[in-house]
């Protein structure tokens, strides 16, 4: 099965846009795209990184005496599947979703039963039950690419990578200002310095995978896609051999545009003005402390100037 599974994998820092960019993906003619976080970890994860980033947002590991079944209750996929069994508690209640768990994992049972149990079967085998489970998703017939989001991943994307020859991963970033000031609007958020850390973690990931999969890992800025979500986002289609959509235009939900990405991600509205105001909200110190702990990738995303209103093109 893996072998033949087309697949794009989005990651972003957390308030980085990657929730906002997996919304203009949504109505591609030619996606299946996730209708949530995907959140594709298992409890098994237990690395370097397992106490700075969740583990529901990694790369899964799974059991080697564990059945089909037992894999499918591994994955955490929180959204999905409090959207799907208890839908009064998901913050996605007011969106038609007619989608049964149970179905699901038997669809998925019943391809693993073909194609043998793997890390690499039992992703494309949960992304594929999806959407056969899925009774009110807005097909096209034309879909061709998987496409799923969760945050931080990006520290796994050679693991994507090498699991699937025909992946590509999708690392999005944003100002750190913009992010941080966002993140704090979160109840219990992050402080300063722990956020910074967990940002630079993610961009030097990033940077890293593209050098060693090049053509395959692609560094879009959220400032670029809140720009022109169109011309930034039709380059990133043509990348992957599909056609440039209008439905690139706008974010959706199943293909229903949407008048703000909230509550799929803190953005609300995604344009250029509202970024900068926000990172604008945070006060000198905020910013001075910000650029110290960013510094060497505030040039390589050209993002030195930000502040004073000057977003330059990445060079």
């Known amino acids: 099965m893996s072998a033949q599974f087309k697949f794009l994998m989005l990651g972003a820092m957390y308030e980085n846009g990657g929730n906002t960019t997996h919304r203009f993906l949504d109505g591609h003619p030619q996606m299946f795209v996730y209708p949530f976080e995907s959140q594709p970890g298992t409890r098994l994860v237990n690395d370097h990184l397992s106490s700075t980033f969740p583990v529901k947002y990694r790369w899964p590991v799974f059991s080697l005496e564990a059945t089909a079944e037992q894999d499918y209750q591994a994955i955490i996929d929180e959204e999905g599947k409090v959207r799907s069994r208890t839908p009064h508690v998901s913050k996605f209640r007011h969106m038609p979703f007619e989608l049964d768990d149970n179905e699901r994992k038997a669809i998925y049972t019943r391809l693993i039963k073909e194609s043998g149990r793997s890390r690499a079967n039992n992703m494309a085998a949960f992304f594929k039950a999806t959407f056969e489970a899925w009774k009110d998703y807005n097909r096209t017939g034309k879909e061709q690419f998987y496409v799923g989001y969760s945050p931080i991943i990006v520290v796994d994307a050679d693991k994507i990578l090498d699991d699937y020859k025909d992946a590509h991963f999708l690392h999005l970033v944003r100002n750190p200002w913009s992010a ?9 958020p992050l402080s ?41 986002l039709s380059q990133l289609c043509k990348n992957l051999g599909l056609e440039a959509s209008e439905s690139l235009k706008q974010p959706s939900w199943n293909g229903k545009v949407l008048d703000e990405v909230y509550p799929w991600g803190t953005i609300r509205k995604a344009t250029p003005e509202a970024n900068l105001a926000t990172a604008l909200e945070l006060s000198k110190e905020e910013q001075e402390q910000i650029r110290l702990a960013t510094w060497q990738y505030l040039e390589v995303f050209n993002y030195s100037n930000f502040l004073d209103g000057k977003v330059l093109a990445r060079v």
């Open 192 to 232: 300063l310095k722990d956020y910074m850390l967990a940002w630079t973690l993610n961009q030097y990931h990033a940077l890293l995978f593209q050098k060693k999969y090049p053509g395959r890992m692609h560094i879009i800025r959220t400032e670029d896609v809140m720009a022109d979500p169109y011309k930034t």
């Open 180 to 188: 941080y000031a966002d993140t704090k609007k979160r109840p219990v």
